[in-house]
């Protein structure tokens, strides 16, 4: 589906990207075009039966119901008023069904959309989303979207009816006078080109539009996310003031499409008046000199203003149009974005998975930057304890990116058990490994529910255990609503360690053979590490720990450590090992033991922290 859905600038292409998707949907699209068709067929038939009744009350037994059996005026009459009460029931009925036609379509393929592009964006590599702000993302996700659903409502059936009428008064016209129907008929072009040139202008207008409502997001879910800080820094006032010039951008934008639609309206108006003019004053002159039926000028009269007045709405249509079109361009392309992190689904990690890890001539580079990490070379063997050093940026995080599969490497491979990690499936590769964060997230809900996130399903039993282990369970008893107690967005209702400690609980309980450690210990007091580090010695007799570490004295009996700077390895071996070769290890440990001053692991310029 990917391959097809090809970028365009154009409206009508995006419309025609947007049918191809919802080719599982033909079905109810064409029944509620039909319904639409037969809703307006009937809409317009009563003006045409009231021409035929001023026939009967003008010519009676001469007129054109008389021709069809029915001599008397009064029973002519009756029979039309007949026809008129089931043509009106039959508007009513096919208006009731294309109302529910559309509506339900609008509705499932909204639904469908957000939730397609949002799987979608799962299966995307991290480097997607560094590059996009997540306001935007969420703009495509429920703002445009939505925007679409408002067009289904009733744009689309507001452009089916106008074809509609055009076509079918169109026929009865020239039925009925040649002459004046071409009169008649003379402002539509005009209005056709009206309407195609408000299309072209209006176009990246309101694609320009849907860029300022992504930026106005982002800037709103930024500084909500952010409100700590702002009022740390007292910024209230210039992010109050960088809100505004983000919502006057929106409102500027807005203004340069509105501007474009609000004139469309009057040219069109002065056209309609010209053609009902023309059908007026000719059709009446042709009437009185009795070239043309009484009923039939009747009909005409009352039809031009059904033909052309609901061209008026023409502009409110394709103003929905071209902004449902802009946001379909926008979701359409999300799901374009092709995805770059092949998953082998079928091959799986053998079981039971032991946890040997080794990464075998590693290179990588940041797109953005070229930074990265080149020809690594490191070893963890079954159950043992793997840490790695360096200073902020060195690219340390980099490597468990690269085991997680958030990227691939450029060069080399990465193994477990000796598997290639690109030739197993990444649920399977994932499943195997536990990552706690420097970065802690947690999911709006109960503590319960963010500790059984890894393992759903899991039993109080289970997750008490896991928080005892992490040395989490304390603090959890001592809430009032304990297991149950909300953390808040992100976990805003819990300290840094108690987050810390949420985050390694839930690893554990995932009970996964591979756990990496990424700062888990920054954010905790000196009392809280001592009992993580315990933990950390119980559990990591059954499983692989690679640990990324600032403070030394917290991988001191790892099995290997690994010293990283500028994206390479430049020294390796157990503690001891290290601090007798008298190197960069054991010059940041007699910094961090008090024996020396800081004299490596200068900050280095990489970005985000990797």
């Known amino acids: 589906m990917t391959q097809a859905l090809t970028t365009s600038n154009s409206s009508f292409a995006a419309l025609g990207r947007l049918i191809r ?23 317009i038939a009563p003006e045409i039966l009231i021409g035929v009744a001023i026939d009967v009350v003008v010519n009676q037994q001469e007129s054109f119901v008389a021709s069809l059996g029915i001599d008397s005026a009064r029973n002519q009459i009756l029979v039309l008023g007949v026809l008129i009460f089931f043509i009106w029931a039959g508007e009513s009925l096919f208006e009731y069904l294309y109302q529910i036609l559309w509506r339900n379509l609008a509705q499932r393929l909204q639904s469908d959309l957000r939730q397609d592009a949002y799987e979608h964006a799962q299966r995307l590599d991290m480097g997607f989303f560094e590059a996009r702000s997540s306001g935007q993302l969420v703009a495509t996700m429920n703002d445009d979207v939505n925007q679409l659903e408002r067009f289904l409502d009733g744009g689309a059936n507001s452009m089916i009816q106008v074809l509609v009428t055009v076509v079918a008064v169109g026929a009865v016209f020239f039925v009925l006078s040649p002459l004046v129907a071409l009169l008649a008929f003379t402002p539509i072009p005009l209005i056709i080109w009206g309407a195609f040139y408000f299309q072209r202008r209006a176009g990246p207008l309101y694609a320009d539009v849907r860029e300022k409502v992504g930026d106005l997001s982002s800037r709103l879910a930024n500084n909500l996310g952010g409100i700590a800080t702002i009022k740390s820094f007292t910024a209230e006032d210039r992010e109050a003031q960088r809100l505004r010039a983000s919502s006057e951008a929106y409102v500027n934008a807005n203004r340069r499409a509105i501007r474009i639609s609000s004139a469309f309206i009057p040219v069109i108006r002065m056209a309609i008046l010209a053609g009902f003019l023309a059908t ?3 059709g009446g002159t042709l009437a009185l000199n009795g070239s043309l039926n009484v009923g039939a000028y009747g009909v005409l009269v ?150 059984a996130y890894g393992l759903p399903g899991a039993t109080d039993e289970q997750i008490i255990d896991a ?18 107690s909300p953390v ?95 190197g960069a290890y054991s010059a940041q440990w007699r910094v961090q033991t008090g024996q020396a001053d800081a004299g490596r692991f200068p900050p280095l310029p990489y970005p985000d922290g990797r």
């Not at 990465?414 to 649920?427: F, K, N």
């Not at 040395?471 to 809430?479: N, P, R, T, V």
């Open 302 to 451: 009352f039809l031009t203003q059904r033909l052309l007045w609901p061209l008026t709405g023409l502009a409110e249509v394709i103003d929905l149009f071209e902004r449902a079109m802009a946001s379909t361009r926008r979701i359409l392309d999300l799901l374009a974005e092709p995805v770059k992190m092949l998953d082998t689904e079928n091959q799986q990690l053998a079981r039971p998975v032991a946890g040997k890890v080794s990464f075998e001539n590693v290179s990588f580079q940041y797109p953005s930057s070229g930074l990265g990490v080149q020809g690594i070379d490191l070893y963890a063997e079954a159950g043992q304890t793997l840490a790695l050093v360096g200073a902020t940026g060195s690219g340390k995080s980099t490597l468990v990116k690269l085991l997680l599969r958030f990227y691939d490497p450029a060069g080399g491979e990465i193994r477990i058990d000796d598997q290639p990690i690109r030739s197993v499936s990444l649920r399977s590769l994932r499943e195997a490994i536990g990552l706690v964060s420097q970065d802690v997230f947690l999911f709006e809900g109960s503590i319960r529910d963010n500790l």
């Open 467 to 484: 928080a005892r282990t992490a040395e989490a369970w304390d603090f959890i008893d001592a809430l009032p609503e304990g297991l149950s």
């Open 280 to 282: 007026f004053t000719v």
């Open 488 to 582: 808040g967005e992100r976990g805003i209702r819990l300290s840094g360690g108690q987050r810390q400690r949420l985050s390694l609980a839930r690893a554990l309980l995932k009970d996964p053979p591979i756990l990496v450690l990424d700062e888990a210990t920054s954010a905790v007091d000196n009392e809280t590490e001592a009992a993580i580090q315990r933990s950390l010695k119980r559990i990591g007799h059954n499983r692989t720990v690679i640990m990324i570490a600032h403070r030394l004295s917290t991988i001191v009996d790892a099995d290997t450590i690994a010293v990283i700077e500028a994206g390479k390895v430049v020294e390796s071996g157990t503690h001891k090992t290290l601090l007798a070769l008298d």
């Open 21 to 43: 998707y919802a080719r599982g949907y033909r079905r109810t699209i064409i029944q509620a075009t039909v319904c639409s068709i037969i809703n307006k067929l009937f809409d």
